[in-house]
């Protein structure tokens, strides 16, 4: 079985070695075996072989925090999946051939999704819907503005705000996504900029900005925040540029604007089992409708993992950089 291993926290494509190892065995009661069909390369991931993510494990370490697998063989006692099943994980260390995981780990997922999709489904979608949910009460008319825009994470956001009937100001850091990004439904697509707060102003036409989401972070933070109305909140889940949220004091001064930060683990700790199996089901049904969609850019065997990650840090990707653990999805 072939399995991505790091061996030192460092250069992601220097550190990551897919390496042989004796297979996962057959499932103890109350686990599950499942091959691991499709995962994706996340900046969470990156930040993770460069030992710089929340989570530094001792090496070697498997990276990997979500993907989609097929049941091959469950254990004594389990009654959730059986074998055939497709199954996403909410355990980590998912860059791996084959899995065996408890059984309350490996949600089923509903027949008819695509696989590809399937495989991104346990992350992006639900933090941008907690993104929207958790930190301010917002009605229809309302205004939001983010950045990272044309992510994963950004193109859900722009989805379910339109949904729900919010406006959304979509700031990226480059023009040749904007379109794709109007015809998701974004009212606004601004490039980043020291004059955001102004071009912002103008877009919304005094309107006021009651939420503003962050992934790039330092100034980038700063420019979100001068954005956002007296009293609003400032939501930081993410750091494209390495660097901490800053927020300008005028914005946390003299308008009140709040600074938090989002974390999808305690996002979902807050909530019961049910509500989070219920959270699950219904972005199935989403992406199975076609409703959310995260593009990909390229995918790649995992006996490639070097190259994968190499294209995975390169800008100007349109989208996401898959790796296939067991050779083509059929
Ligand atoms: N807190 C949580 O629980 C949580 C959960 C999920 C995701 N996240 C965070 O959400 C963010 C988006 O994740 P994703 O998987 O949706 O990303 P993704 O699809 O891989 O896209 C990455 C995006 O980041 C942009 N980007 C990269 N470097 C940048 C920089 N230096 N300055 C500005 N923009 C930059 C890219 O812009 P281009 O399109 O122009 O290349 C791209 O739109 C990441 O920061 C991730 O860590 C956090």
């Given at each position: 079985?072939?399995?991505?291993?790091?061996?030192a926290y460092?250069?992601?494509?220097?550190?990551?070695?897919?390496?042989?190892?004796?297979?996962?065995?057959?499932?103890?009661?109350?686990?599950?075996?499942?091959?691991?069909?499709?995962?994706?390369?996340?900046?969470?991931?990156?930040?993770?072989?460069?030992?710089?993510?929340?989570?530094?494990?001792?090496?070697?370490?498997?990276?990997?925090?979500?993907?989609?697998?097929?049941?091959?063989?469950?254990?004594?006692?389990?009654?959730?999946?059986?074998?055939?099943?497709?199954?996403?994980?909410?355990?980590?260390?998912?860059?791996?051939?084959?899995?065996?995981?408890?059984?309350?780990?490996?949600?089923?997922?509903?027949?008819?999704?695509?696989?590809?999709?399937?495989?991104?489904?346990?992350?992006?979608?639900?933090?941008?819907?907690?993104?929207?949910?958790?930190?301010?009460?917002?009605?229809?008319?309302?205004?939001?503005?983010?950045?990272?825009?044309?992510?994963?994470?950004?193109?859900?956001?722009?989805?379910?705000?339109?949904?729900?009937?919010?406006?959304?100001?979509?700031?990226?850091?480059?023009?040749?996504?904007?379109?794709?990004?109007?015809?998701?439904?974004?009212?606004?697509?601004?490039?980043?900029?020291?004059?955001?707060?102004?071009?912002?102003?103008?877009?919304t036409g005094?309107?006021?900005?009651?939420?503003?989401?962050?992934?790039?972070?330092?100034?980038?933070?700063?420019?979100?925040?001068?954005?956002?109305?007296?009293?609003?909140?400032?939501?930081?889940?993410?750091?494209?540029?390495?660097?901490?949220?800053?927020?300008?004091?005028?914005?946390?001064?003299?308008?009140?604007?709040?600074?938090?930060?989002?974390?999808?683990?305690?996002?979902?700790?807050?909530?019961?089992?049910?509500?989070?199996?219920?959270?699950?089901?219904?972005?199935?049904?989403?992406?199975?409708?076609?409703?959310?969609?995260?593009?990909?850019?390229?995918?790649?065997?995992?006996?490639?993992?070097?190259?994968?990650?190499?294209?995975?840090?390169?800008?100007?990707?349109h989208g996401?950089?898959?790796?296939?653990?067991?050779?083509?999805?059929?």
């Open positions: 079985m072939k399995r991505i291993d790091i061996t460092g250069v992601p494509e220097e550190v990551a070695h897919c390496v042989d190892m004796p297979d996962v065995g057959e499932p103890r009661p109350g686990e599950v075996v499942f091959d691991m069909l499709a995962f994706p390369i996340n900046p969470a991931d990156i930040s993770f072989c460069r030992g710089s993510y929340r989570l530094r494990p001792p090496l070697p370490a498997t990276p990997g925090a979500e993907g989609v697998g097929r049941v091959t063989a469950v254990g004594a006692g389990v009654v959730n999946v059986k074998p055939g099943d497709l199954v996403i994980n909410m355990q980590r260390e998912n860059w791996a051939q084959r899995r065996r995981v408890k059984a309350e780990d490996a949600v089923p997922i509903p027949p008819g999704l695509d696989l590809v999709q399937a495989a991104m489904l346990r992350i992006n979608p639900p933090t941008a819907l907690l993104l929207l949910d958790d930190h301010v009460a917002l009605k229809p008319g309302d205004w939001v503005i983010q950045n990272v825009s044309n992510s994963a994470v950004g193109r859900h956001v722009i989805v379910l705000a339109k949904a729900r009937g919010l406006r959304t100001i979509n700031v990226v850091r480059r023009d040749d996504v904007a379109g794709e990004l109007r015809d998701l439904g974004a009212d606004v697509v601004l490039k980043d900029g020291p004059d955001l707060a102004e071009r912002a102003r103008a877009a005094g309107a006021p900005i009651k939420l503003g989401i962050d992934a790039v972070s330092g100034e980038a933070c700063k420019r979100i925040g001068d954005c956002v109305a007296e009293g609003g909140v400032v939501v930081s889940y993410g750091s494209m540029s390495g660097q901490d949220p800053v927020m300008s004091r005028t914005a946390v001064n003299m308008r009140g604007v709040n600074l938090t930060g989002f974390n999808l683990g305690r996002g979902l700790a807050k909530r019961t089992r049910e509500q989070v199996r219920a959270i699950y089901a219904d972005l199935a049904l989403k992406i199975r409708g076609g409703v959310l969609k995260a593009p990909i850019d390229a995918f790649y065997p995992i006996d490639e993992i070097r190259q994968a990650l190499v294209r995975a840090q390169q800008g100007g990707r996401k950089v898959l790796v296939l653990p067991n050779g083509a999805l059929q």
